[in-house]
């Protein structure tokens, strides 16, 4: 077996050298992210990512000489075996110690693997792989995949759809970064509501940051034909929110901010404490990094983030990072987006997608 290590400055880029150096059928062994060593003056070096690949080594068997043939003097012979690859690679885990800290059995190997390759962190993958373990030696049952994904799906917080209440209007706020598909969402959100549901709805921007923000929300209220208000500050959203006491749904959008910005959440959370019980439903793409997740959480959680809504899964290669992220934070997920279709590209998160996401 040969093992290589590859480095480069993002996933899909390494796993290309991997495919080119090692072929399609390249196993991986782990992915990590390096930091770099130093902060040059001035400049920030990026963070790369190292992927660890094996590829089986074919050993000649040389034939011998007596019965070779003309015809296959110089041939080879491949053996081929699957099983005693996964149990070299194992051992190869067990030697570095990893698989043995990380307490797997060989027969996990092939789920571990499959897990860690789309993205869903090692140490949580192990964690799970042990818990089904535990579980089905206590019933005798053997581990395959289909136990994991199971418990996988009662981890995997997701409360589905905004809940309306009986007396008064609901109102739920979008944050996130920039162009992650805040305002596509809530126009997704309300055609829901309004057009297929025939609840009151009202649209409300925030966003007076960005030249044409407003405009785009409110052709998508003039399309729906749903009231649209912008938001100047507290005092104004104080007002629309009172004179809309009758509707139903209040969507909320605001402007998106590099997570850099450390002021902004501050502001925003006067202006949705002068309202109160405004639900804030954080916006993720799943294109970006799982390290912009953490930032970006951190970011807003002064606001008090209720929800996490992942869109752009018609762009993400792998969906591991929306499993740790709302798993380690306990944030439900509430919405998926995977289009720019509006309404049609929208859906309720529901654990079953989660883990066809990162199985099939
Ligand atoms: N492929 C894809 N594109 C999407 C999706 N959702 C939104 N977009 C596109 O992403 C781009 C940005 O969408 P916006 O809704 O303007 O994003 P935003 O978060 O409101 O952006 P800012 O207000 O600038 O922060 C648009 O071109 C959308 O059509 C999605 O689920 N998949
Ligand atoms: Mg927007």
Do not use: W
């Not at 100047?232 to 998106?256: A, C, F, M, N, P």
């Not at 002068?274 to 954080?282: A, D, K, N, S, T």
């Not at 859906?347 to 883990?355: G, N, Q, T």
């Amino acid at each position: 077996m040969r093992i290589k290590k590859f480095t480069a400055n993002n996933y899909d880029t390494a796993l290309i050298e991997v495919k080119k150096a090692l072929g399609e059928d390249a196993l991986i062994l782990s992915t990590r992210s390096i930091k770099p060593p130093t902060l040059m003056a001035g400049r920030k070096e990026a963070t790369r990512v190292e992927i660890t690949a094996a590829v089986e080594y074919v050993a000649p068997i040389i034939v011998p000489s007596a019965k070779l043939s003309d015809e296959n003097e110089s041939s080879v012979l491949n053996e081929k075996g699957d099983v005693e690859l996964k149990s070299l690679i194992f051992n190869l885990l067990s030697q570095s110690g990893q698989a043995q800290s990380l307490g797997l059995q060989s027969h996990q190997f092939d789920t571990y693997s499959r897990m860690v390759e789309n993205g869903l962190d090692e140490k949580l993958a192990a964690k799970i792989l042990q818990k089904t373990l535990e579980h089905n030696t206590q019933k005798n049952i053997n581990c395959g995949k289909d136990p994991v994904m199971n418990l996988m799906k009662k981890v995997v917080p997701c409360k589905g759809e905004i809940d309306l209440k009986a007396d008064g209007p609901k109102i739920v706020a979008f944050v996130g970064p920039t162009g992650v598909g805040k305002t596509t969402t809530i126009a997704k959100i309300a055609a829901e509501y309004a057009l297929r549901r025939g609840q009151k709805v009202v649209l409300v921007s925030l966003d007076t940051y960005r030249l044409g923000a407003i405009d785009q929300l409110r052709v998508y209220g003039d399309i729906m034909e749903v009231p649209f208000e912008v938001a100047g500050g507290k005092e104004d959203l104080r007002r629309i929110v009172g004179s809309h006491s009758d509707k139903d749904l209040i969507l909320i959008d605001t402007t998106g901010r590099s997570h850099q910005d450390k002021d902004y959440s501050g502001q925003l959370k006067e202006i949705f404490d002068e309202v109160g019980g405004v639900e804030i439903h954080l916006v993720l793409s799943v294109t970006a990094q799982e390290k912009l997740f953490a930032a970006t959480y951190h970011q807003f959680s002064p606001i008090g983030v209720d929800r996490v809504l992942f869109t752009k899964l018609d762009e993400g290669l792998s969906f591991g990072s929306l499993f740790n992220f709302s798993v380690r934070n306990r944030l439900p997920i509430s919405y998926f987006t995977s289009g720019q279709r509006v309404p049609e590209d929208l859906e309720v998160a529901r654990p079953d997608r989660v883990i066809s996401l990162i199985f099939n």
